[in-house]
């Protein structure tokens, strides 16, 4: 069964700083990886995802695979205060992300003004 | 397009009550989830329907949990009885079939006293 890990539990990053969080996976065949963003009270929604080793930047924010380590990680820019939320991390083992998906516990980021 | 919907948004129940959650999927998604989100816990998954058909069932919540999909728009999730440690918040998601993405409700906040 898929083990899915987040470090660290917490942080708090000061405003404007880099933002690093990690997530490690047990299944070797893993396809899909994603994370997930929840506000305080809201729903969670996805925020970025990758299919292959490599990194993803949209913006701020960049996804690094290393599907060799069971691991991947989001890289937040210039970290802002809107950014404070739980970040949730996401493996699927269906091609083409096309299977249910696995989370991490969380880890819960604020940022500091 | 409306989002995914879930009611109640919070409910309180008794020990041994019966209560039912809703779920209205996004128009035209064929995969639908519940989960349960602690703090301890993380996201758990309690049931995933592929177009109405029950395609994995939590083993740790068969006894006292019990989704079903009425139809392609609507699933309800009823804890029979329930039980303090069932405070939670309940999420239900859907997603189109063959896509990994998928889109949260607002959640149902459960408290039994």
């Known amino acids: 069964q898929q083990k899915v890990q987040q470090s660290p539990e917490s942080l708090i990053v000061p405003e404007g700083a880099m933002t690093s969080l990690n997530c490690t996976f047990s299944d070797s065949a893993s396809q899909y990886f994603a994370w997930y963003r929840q506000h305080s009270g809201k729903a969670p929604k996805a925020l970025m995802s990758i299919f292959s080793n490599g990194e993803k930047e949209e913006g701020r924010f960049t996804i690094h695979l290393n599907k060799a380590s069971l691991h991947f990680s989001l890289h937040i820019r210039d970290s802002q205060p809107s950014d404070s939320a739980l970040y949730l991390c996401a493996v699927s083992m269906g091609t083409g992300g096309a299977d249910r998906l696995t989370f991490g516990k969380g880890t819960q980021l604020i940022i500091q003004p | 397009d409306a989002g995914v919907t879930q009611t109640p948004r919070h409910e309180v129940a008794e020990k041994g009550q019966t209560i039912i959650l809703k779920c209205e999927p996004v128009s035209g998604h064929n995969d639908l989830f519940w989960y349960r989100q602690t703090k301890i816990q993380g996201l758990e998954l309690l049931s995933y329907?592929?177009?109405?058909?029950?395609?994995?069932d939590g083993g740790a919540f068969k006894d006292r949990f019990k989704a079903e999909m009425l139809n392609s728009s609507f699933s309800t999730l009823k804890i029979q009885p329930t039980e303090p440690k069932d405070s939670a918040v309940y999420l239900c998601a859907s997603s189109r079939q063959g896509r990994a993405e998928q889109f949260f409700g607002p959640g149902t906040r459960l408290t039994v006293l």
């Open positions: 329907f592929r177009s109405k058909s029950l395609m994995e």
